[in-house]
């Protein structure tokens, strides 16, 4: 049985759909909204998302919606789906969880709601990407951008070990924050910032380059800062 609910359409959609899948469009004012479930047939159930077009796509079936200004995405039937958001070439907000994925801009809100794997992309401006962790032990594995500031959580409870393990090259700055589980990464230009709440462990990495220079900055306060070598090449510290 083909099961189909279509209200109020945008601009323009273009849906191949399988057996048993509901897709929702809807438009509230000059907003178009638009809503797809996967049908869970096959584990390469995949979304395509940036500001323009949307595509939902996997073994037997494949949905598009084009200029609506908000699209959600659900991966509920199973499989292991992966979602690929694509931003603007204006200045765009990604946030991302555990759960549930983000990105918006002027004109345009897509999300991804239980896809095991998210995959976003910038595409120019000046973007800003938020991590959230869950409430388990969790690892960040970070590279700075030139374009793409970025702000990691690692989410409560404060007393598990959430880690970043951060790769940069020299001219790495960092400052504490006001508790000692929240701080910022500077770098030089044009590379963009990284700031932190709720991690546990740092791990910075300068690239394995000759030369590189890490400086970290005190507090106020009683400041404990141990430095450890991994080899025996020469290492300058200074206080």
Do not use: C
């Amino acid at each position: 049985m083909l099961n189909r609910t279509l209200r109020a359409l945008a601009s323009a959609i273009a849906l191949v759909l399988p057996a048993d899948t509901t897709v929702q469009a809807s438009s509230v004012g000059a907003a178009g909204v638009w809503t797809s479930t996967g049908s869970g047939a096959s584990p390469e159930t995949a979304t395509l998302s940036f500001p323009s077009v949307f595509v939902l796509s996997g073994d037997g079936f494949y949905n598009r919606a084009k200029f609506f200004d908000g699209v959600h995405a659900y991966a509920t039937a199973g499989g292991h789906d992966t979602a690929e958001l694509f931003g603007s070439s204006g200045d765009d907000i990604l946030l991302t969880s555990p759960t549930a994925s983000a990105m918006f801009g002027a004109g345009f809100y897509n999300r991804a709601k239980f896809f095991e794997t998210v995959d976003a992309y910038a595409k120019g401006g000046s973007d800003l990407a938020r991590l959230f962790g869950s409430t388990g032990d969790d690892v960040f594995d970070v590279t700075p951008s030139a374009d793409t500031a970025m702000f990691i959580d690692g989410g409560d409870p404060i007393a598990q070990s959430d880690r970043i393990e951060l790769t940069a090259a020299s001219g790495v700055k960092f400052a504490p924050g006001p508790e000692s589980d929240e701080g910022s990464f500077a770098f030089d230009p044009p590379t963009e910032t990284v700031s932190f709440d709720h991690i546990e462990e740092i791990e910075v990495d300068l690239g394995g380059g000759a030369g590189g220079i890490a400086t970290i900055m005190g507090t106020g306060a009683d400041d404990h800062i141990t430095v450890v070598g991994v080899d025996d090449s020469p290492t300058t510290v200074e206080v």
